[in-house]
Antibody, heavy 118, light 112 residues
Framework: EIQLQESGPGLVKPSQSLSLTCSVT?????????WSWIRKFPGNKMEWMGY???????NYNPSLKSRISITRDTSKNQFFLQLNSVTTEDTATYYC???????????WGQGVMVTVSS | DIVMTQGALPNPVPSGESASITCQSS???????????LNWYLQRPGQSPQLLIY???TRASGVSDRFSGSGSGTDFTLKISSVEAEDVGVYYC?????????FGSGTKLEIK
């Protein structure tokens, strides 16, 4: 069964970069699908951040386009999120997920809570 | 971006009663292929979101038939018949017609 697991620091200082890793087991990320990052803010608002496809192309939310980068390490079957110049408004729980056939998000990681604070 | 607007529930809902959650989109989610790209997810307390319904009315694998989705191009309803304790959580609608993907603000279900 496919499993996704996020990891990374739970606390980031304002103006610094947030870096998270998603480790995927049970499926090779270069075999298919789009691999995305989605975040949930305090108060339940959810925001799709972007994805990296199985071929390595990326698609980002225009609201984040100048600050976000999604990359991958195919040898480790991992993909990564980097969000630059964070502010307290980036405090959220971050999920990595799999998008299927342009239809649905069918697998989610457990999420990692990231607080931006000095 | 497509704006998704969700309605609230008259919480708490008595166990065994039905509950309906509404969602509206700012643009029709009906694709030229005849499919409506509207999904429903449930996030139970302490868990990650779980796909319930895709293409507006198709239940995801393993989802109880107590959950059903319906609607038009811009107005949608998730109905939960005979609510149970395990249905507690926050329900989200999401459009998958175009990027950026967008979600509704979430509807909380509490059981009495």
């Amino acid at each position: 069964e496919i499993q996704l697991q996020e990891s990374g620091p739970g606390l980031v200082k304002p103006s610094q970069s947030l870096s998270l890793t998603c480790s995927v087991t049970g499926y090779t990320i270069t075999s298919g699908y789009d691999w995305s990052w989605i975040r949930k803010f305090p108060g339940n608002k959810m925001e799709w951040m972007g994805y990296i496809s199985y071929s390595g192309s990326t698609n980002y939310n225009p609201s984040l386009k100048s600050r976000i980068s999604i990359t991958r390490d195919t040898s480790k079957n991992q993909f990564f999120l980097q969000l630059n110049s964070v502010t307290t408004e980036d405090t959220a729980t971050y999920y990595c997920a799999r998008e299927t056939m342009g239809i649905m998000v069918d697998y989610w990681g457990q999420g990692v809570m990231v607080t931006v604070s000095s | 971006d497509i704006v998704m607007t969700q309605g609230a529930l008259p919480n708490p809902v008595p166990s065994g009663e039905s509950a309906s959650i509404t969602c509206q989109s700012s643009k029709s989610l009906l694709h030229s292929n005849g499919k409506t790209y509207l999904n429903w997810y449930l996030q139970r307390p302490g868990q990650s979101p779980q796909l319930l319904i895709y293409w507006m009315s198709t239940r995801a694998s393993g989802v109880s038939d107590r959950f059903s989705g319906s609607g038009s191009g811009t107005d949608f309803t998730l109905k939960i018949s005979s609510v149970e304790a395990e249905d507690v959580g926050v329900y989200y609608c999401q459009q998958f017609l175009e990027y950026p993907l967008t979600f509704g603000s979430g509807t909380k279900l509490e059981i009495k």
